[in-house]
């Protein structure tokens, strides 16, 4: 298990290097220019539509006034009430801005990835002719084909991921004592569904349909752990991470796959 972890991140690590050697460098200018697109477009829509979404909340709560008439209140009790609205919509904000970036770095990677389909088919496929010395021929359709079920794959993980952080961050927002715990589980469940993204590729081409890819996920799942977990550390950091994280990961998997059959040594 650890084994298969460890040699999940160390492909993923080892795959900008392998790029550079065989002339895949320039892949990365790709995703640069997407990420300025998407950064222009969503990241100020989001945040005025999480400020409108929290006022509306404490709006419901009545709790507004009350916090804001915290200093003129004269009993104790009174002024326990303030502070106590105060903190709840304080309690709001927090929460729904964290659902906003949350839900910006869901919308962000899943979009990413189905935007990259192609390019990801590619660099998948290309890595594993340089490893092998198997040349697959272009065709079309296949191709096609390939980069659809890679889209299609990464709209129903970006569904599933959303729907279990959303839950998460609804059972944050009764019970904030086990904020460590979600945040731990937020993680693991974007390195699950990234690293099954990036392995899908390699799945595809071996004609492994979508539930024997669930089942073959299954059975690698420390090395599409370890590889996920790259890719989500990766997308936590603004700019570097969708320049680097997809191509990286799509190409460290098959790199991974090989490494693991021990078949060749990655050049």
């Not at 801005?97 to 910006?104: D, H, V, Y």
């Not at 599409?224 to 989500?232: P, Q």
Request: net charge positive.
């Amino acid at each position: 298990m650890l084994r298969d972890l460890r040699l999940g991140m160390a492909g993923a690590f080892s795959a900008f290097g392998f790029s550079r050697r065989h002339g895949m460098v320039w892949l990365f200018a790709i995703p640069f220019v997407l990420w300025i697109l998407f950064f222009l477009v969503l990241n100020g829509s989001l945040d005025d539509q999480a400020a409108r979404i929290s006022e509306w909340l404490i709006g419901l709560t009545g709790l507004e006034g009350d916090a804001a008439g915290e200093i003129g209140d004269t009993s104790f009790w009174e002024k326990a009430g303030g502070v106590a609205a105060g903190a709840v919509t304080w309690l709001i904000r927090i929460v729904v801005k964290l659902g906003s970036l949350i839900l910006f770095f869901i919308l962000s990677k899943y979009i990413t990835l189905i935007a990259l389909s192609p390019l990801l088919a590619w660099a998948s496929e290309r890595t594993e002719e340089i490893l092998t010395g198997q040349v697959h021929p272009f065709v079309l359709q296949r191709f096609l084909q390939d980069v659809l079920r890679g889209a299609l794959l990464a709209l129903r993980n970006g569904v599933l991921e959303l729907g279990i952080n959303l839950a998460l961050l609804f059972a944050f927002l009764f019970v904030p004592l086990i904020a460590p715990i979600t945040f731990v589980i937020f993680f693991l469940v974007s390195s699950w569904f990234a690293g099954f993204s990036m392995f899908d590729y390699a799945y595809e081409r071996r004609r492994l349909g979508v539930r024997a890819s669930v089942r073959q996920a299954r059975g690698d799942r420390a090395l599409l752990m370890g590889n996920g977990a790259v890719f989500s550390a990766l997308m936590l950091m603004p700019f570097i991470g969708v320049i680097f994280g997809p191509l990286c990961c799509a190409i460290g998997a098959v790199i991974t796959l090989h490494r693991r059959q021990g078949s060749l040594m990655v050049r």
